[in-house]
């Protein structure tokens, strides 16, 4: 699809499929991201909302995209439309990222580009994972004008790029060392295609990038305060393997799309064979170095989880970014529409998903009264009650507690060195310390942690060991049950108040704690 009066038409359908893509965002009040209700308090707590457990202390973090841009726009409209437009801003960001790229390398962006527009609906949206999917957004436009700008990189130009690159460290790590990792790649392929390939071209063009990451490479050096399990690595390509898979594409909460991402990739694959596709050279590399990178990536690094599924959505992204379709033109303008039909079709599998959990939500805010003013909360899940169901999705709901009933909850995102929430003392003892103890106790854990049995399950001493004697420091427990039969309750756990889906407790301290 080539330019027609003027107008770059695959350009403009990247931006309507971030359109509809952006669609189910504004047809729910909460999205089904497990992540989203614990951002939402930390944005509360942010804009001012008071509490008796938590501060906000800012540090250099490279972790605060949301956190400094959410509650400045939550100034000008409620909280929950602040989330949407910041979500918006980021599916738009991944939509037309990869066209501005086609347009960097190629002159002109292509209908492969709206290919490239689905990988906005990848698993790290959906998780909620909000600084690292904006700032691989940001990452992208970036890369695009970081190879627009090749032959007209002057001093103050990479003054610019200096700046924009510590911007985007700030909003998240990972996304800026992805940025410079796929620059490197250019560059170097770029290098490789020269004739000469002279050596001192090479050190020039390292020179230029290095250059150009140097403040944000000084910030992590210098300001970068330390935090809670940095040093853990851990890699575990049996169970990790399938997540890869499906992290790519995901239309809702743990809803691969394995059927579209493996027709993706035939498609390239075939594309490449039969030479109607074209890879341009200078994102040769940076290709073969993102696959491998996808393959490799450890599930645990930098006190973070979920690195596994970092990588699979930024490499089908930049993929059909390089790639020019060579194709008559009828065949690429009814490629842009099943494109566009695909766009659709995952905006509405989204939002039929979302609308559940936005409905659940509700009803657990609509009865936010039951809830003591200043009550301490553990959220449980009765695991055999749930069966096959997702539960990661109740793991932070009673964070929506936190400015609406100024409650504490053992969860909320304040580890150190990744969080501007501090947790006052002495009830930091009584959280998650790490992300590795960053999920809620099943119901069949809950004797053996009142009684502090750390032995019993090596989860307790592995992911709960701050819920030993529970019962002593904790006030209230929100019980997540399934379709399936409840499970027993401890003798702890009294007065129920029975939901659709929870159901509220009060925890009774006994004699234990005298001693814990």
């Known amino acids: 699809m080539e330019k027609l009066r003027g107008i770059d038409w695959p350009l403009v359908a990247s931006i309507l499929a971030a359109a509809i893509l952006a669609v189910p965002l504004w047809c729910v009040t909460i999205p089904g991201m497990p992540d989203y209700p614990a951002h939402y308090a930390s944005f509360a707590l942010i804009g001012g909302a008071p509490s008796r457990y938590y501060d906000v202390v800012w540090s250099f973090v490279p972790n605060l995209a949301a956190e400094t841009l959410v509650p400045w726009i939550a100034h000008l409209v409620p909280l929950t439309a602040a989330n949407r437009i910041f979500l918006t801003v980021t599916v738009l960001l991944w939509a037309i990222g ?10 002109r962006a292509n209908a492969g580009a709206l290919a490239g527009a689905l990988f906005a609906y990848n698993a790290n949206l959906m998780w909620g994972f909000l600084n690292y999917t904006f700032a691989i957004g940001v990452a992208l436009i970036l890369l695009a004008l970081w190879i627009a700008q090749d032959a007209r990189r002057s001093p103050l130009r990479l003054a610019g790029f200096a700046v924009a690159f510590t911007l985007l460290y700030f909003c998240h790590l990972f996304a ?48 970068k305060p330390a935090g809670a399990g940095e ?22 909460f743990d809803n691969p799309a394995y059927a579209l991402t493996a027709i993706l990739g035939l498609t390239v694959i075939a594309g490449l064979l039969t030479k109607r596709a074209y890879l341009h050279p200078r994102m040769r590399l940076a290709i073969l170095v993102f696959a491998v990178a996808t393959i490799a990536a450890p ?13 699979p959505p930024v490499l089908g992204a930049l993929a059909f970014a390089a790639l020019e379709w060579r194709l008559p033109t009828r065949i690429l303008a009814t490629a842009a529409a099943v494109l566009l039909a695909a766009s659709a079709a995952a905006a509405v599998t989204t939002e039929r998903l979302w609308s559940r959990y936005d409905a659940q939500y509700t009803e657990f805010r609509s009865h936010i009264d039951d809830i003591r003013t200043g009550a301490r909360i553990l959220t449980v899940l009765d695991g055999d009650s749930l069966g096959w169901d997702s539960d990661q999705p109740y793991w932070h709901m009673a964070e929506f507690a936190i400015p609406e009933r100024d409650a504490f909850t053992p969860l909320l995102f304040a580890t150190r060195g990744q969080h501007v929430i501090r947790i006052r003392p002495p009830f930091d003892r009584f959280a998650a310390a790490t992300a590795q103890q960053g999920s809620p106790p099943d119901i069949d854990e809950l004797e053996d942690l009142a009684a502090g049995r750390a032995d019993a399950d090596e989860d307790i001493s592995g992911v709960f060991p701050y819920l030993l004697y529970f ?24 007065n129920p108040r029975h939901h659709t889906f929870y159901t509220l407790y009060d925890i009774v301290p006994d004699a234990r704690c005298s001693r814990s």
């Open 98 to 107: 990869p066209a501005l790229i086609q347009r960097a390398l190629f002159g």
């Open 176 to 223: 800026f060392a992805v940025l410079i990792l796929a620059i490197a790649c250019v560059e170097t392929g770029d290098w490789w295609q020269t004739p000469a390939r002279q050596w001192n071209n090479l050190a020039r063009r390292a020179l230029t990038v290095a250059a150009s990451a140097l403040p944000a490479a000084l910030a992590f050096l210098i300001l």
């Open 231 to 252: 040093s853990h690595i851990a890699f575990d390509y049996a169970d990790s393997m399938l997540d890869r898979a499906g992290a790519a594409l995901q239309f809702g």
């Open 299 to 311: 599930e645990w690094a930098f006190g973070g989880w979920g690195v596994h599924m970092r990588l």
């Open 471 to 494: 019962q002593c420091h904790f006030d209230q427990a929100v019980v997540i049950a399934g379709r399936g039969p409840a499970s027993r309750v401890p003798a702890m756990l009294r």
